[in-house]
């Protein structure tokens, strides 16, 4: 009886958060065209799905491996679609100097509204950046790697984790397929991968229910 009430409580609680947060998201977009604002609502309403989610494993394993590439206690870090504090307090955690979230919905000070394709942060601003389950939902997904690029010094450290071979809808919207087609989107910014991998669904080490790639590379 109480969780078919919870789950109704959380259906409300996020339609009104959808309904108060729509102005501040809009306000942050400029004049862009209706189809643009659907997609952004869309993903609003899966950050908002996602904002009770602890700690998942695939974020600690992913930013222990980070840390073995970066010098954490020196690194301004940004986690694009971060939806909670989750990944920031890992990274802290580990000893990052700073961490900056940036999502289409905030409840902490320390996570910013912002659309990942057009970041309102001046260039180089950030040592490590660091987005998992985030890439897929791109509407334009070589914009978004530009951004990157451009936020992130010259040999700063960029971590991705995207799920792959699934079903696109919804708000799931590309399918990256390996890791070579996602290497490929930042070729004209890469200069070294780092680390990848491959993992099924179920592995050990991913705990998702599709395979999904992950990679760690510098930019130039």
């Not at 259906?11 to 942050?28: G, I």
């Not at 997609?39 to 840390?67: F, I, N, S, W």
């Not at 206690?73 to 909670?84: A, D, K």
Request: aromatic residues 8%; contains cysteine; hydrophobic residues 40%.
């Amino acid at each position: 009886m109480l969780l078919p009430i919870r789950r109704t409580a959380r259906r409300l609680l996020n339609a009104l958060r959808l309904r108060r947060h729509r102005k501040t998201l809009y306000a942050t977009m400029g004049n862009q065209p209706a189809e643009y604002r659907d997609y952004l609502e869309t993903q609003l309403k899966r950050t908002l799905g996602k904002l009770d989610a602890p700690l998942q494993g695939r974020t600690q394993l992913m930013v222990d491996a980070v840390a073995r590439f970066a010098d954490l206690p020196h690194s301004r870090v940004l986690c694009v679609g971060c939806r909670n504090t989750a990944e920031l307090d890992y990274f802290l955690a580990r000893g990052a100097q700073s961490v900056t979230g940036i999502d289409l919905y905030s409840g902490d000070p320390r996570i910013q509204v912002m659309d990942m394709h057009q970041m309102t942060f001046p260039a180089d601003q950030f040592d490590v950046l660091y987005t998992v389950h985030a890439l897929e939902h791109a509407h334009d997904p070589a914009k978004v790697a530009g951004e990157i690029a451009r936020v992130v010094r010259p040999q700063g450290i960029v971590a991705i984790e995207v799920p792959v071979r699934y079903p696109t809808g919804g708000a799931d919207l590309v399918d990256f397929e390996n890791l070579d087609k996602l290497h490929a989107l930042f070729a004209p910014y890469l200069d070294q991968v780092l680390w990848g991998e491959e993992l099924p669904a179920g592995a050990p080490a991913n705990h998702s229910g599709t395979p999904v790639i992950r990679t760690i590379f510098c930019l130039r």
